[in-house]
C-alpha cells in the first residue's frame, strides 16, 4: 500500500474511444503529478497541480486532459489517443512547499489497439 | 534541455559486495536529488534522497552529492538478491518553493548474484 491508488491498474482502449484514469492519493499532500514511462525511455513528466491548480504542463498533447477536482484526487481524460500512447502512466504526489519526496501509484498500463 | 544520464547496464554485483550506482546531471541550477527503486512490473519506491554535498546514509544504503561535478552516486552496502532491480535517479531543478516536478533517467538495471 503505497499511499497513491490508481485505478484502473490496466487498460485497453481503441483509439476512439474516451476514457478516464483515477488517481487518489491518502497522504495529505496537496501537490499531484502525471507521469509517463514508456519503453526503453525515462519516466517523463506530463502534468503538476498544486493545490489544485495546474502550474505545469510538460508540452503533452491535447488527447490528454488532465482535472485536480480537490486535493485527493487527480484524474487523466483520454481521447482519440494513438498506438505510441501505450504506455504506463504513473500517479504521484507530495507535500510542498519545501523539496519534499514524490511518493508514486502503482500506476495504470495502457493498451491502445 | 534537463537531461539526467544513468549507465543503463545491467550492472552485475556479488551478493555482499557493495554495488555503486552513479547519476550525472546537465541542470547546475538543480536544488534536490533522489533515488527510487523499480521493480519488474512495479512503481518507483523512493529509497533515498540527498539536497546537500556530501554523504547521507540509511541503513545500507548511502546517497553522495557532488554539485560542483554534478554528480550523485548511490551505494548499497552487503548487497541481497532483493535488491536486484532498476534504480532511478531523478533531479528536481525548481526552488522548491511550490511542486516542481522531477527529471528521471533511464535507470540502471542492477543484478544482485546469490
Known amino acids: 500500500e503505497t499511499g497513491v491508488t490508481q485505478t484502473p491498474r490496466h487498460l485497453v482502449m481503441g483509439m476512439t474511444n474516451k476514457k478516464s484514469l483515477k488517481c487518489e492519493q491518502h497522504?495529505?499532500?496537496?501537490?499531484m503529478y502525471w507521469y509517463k514511462q514508456s519503453a526503453k525511455k525515462p519516466l517523463e513528466l506530463m502534468f503538476v497541480?498544486?493545490?489544485?491548480?495546474?502550474?505545469e504542463n510538460n508540452s503533452v498533447p491535447s488527447r490528454f486532459s488532465p482535472e485536480c477536482p480537490n486535493s485527493s484526487h487527480l484524474f487523466l481524460h483520454l481521447h482519440t489517443l494513438q498506438p505510441e500512447d501505450s504506455a504506463l502512466y504513473l500517479c504521484?504526489?507530495?507535500?510542498?512547499?519545501?523539496?519534499?519526496?514524490?511518493?508514486f501509484g502503482d500506476g495504470t498500463r495502457l493498451s491502445i489497439l | 534541455q534537463k537531461e539526467v544520464e544513468q549507465n543503463s547496464g545491467p550492472l552485475s554485483v556479488p551478493e555482499g559486495a557493495i554495488a555503486s550506482l552513479n547519476c550525472t546531471y546537465s541542470?547546475?541550477?538543480?536544488?534536490?536529488f533522489f533515488w527510487y527503486r523499480q521493480y519488474s512490473g512495479k512503481s518507483p519506491e523512493l529509497i533515498m534522497f540527498?539536497?546537500?554535498?556530501g554523504d547521507k546514509e540509511d541503513g545500507r544504503f548511502t546517497a553522495q552529492l557532488n554539485k560542483a561535478s554534478q554528480y550523485v552516486s548511490l551505494l548499497i552496502r552487503d548487497s541481497q538478491p532483493s535488491d536486484s532491480a532498476t534504480y532511478l535517479c531523478?533531479?528536481?531543478?525548481?526552488?522548491?518553493?511550490?511542486?516542481?516536478?522531477?527529471?528521471f533517467g533511464k535507470g540502471t538495471h542492477l543484478i544482485i548474484q546469490p
Open positions: 541542470d547546475r541550477g538543480s536544488q534536490s
Open positions: 531523478a533531479v528536481r531543478s525548481g526552488s522548491g518553493g511550490g511542486a516542481d516536478g522531477l527529471t
Open positions: 497522504l495529505g499532500h496537496n501537490a
Open positions: 497541480y498544486s493545490l489544485e491548480e495546474r502550474v
Open positions: 540527498i539536497y546537500s554535498n
Open positions: 504521484a504526489s507530495s507535500q510542498g512547499p519545501g523539496d519534499q519526496p514524490q511518493h
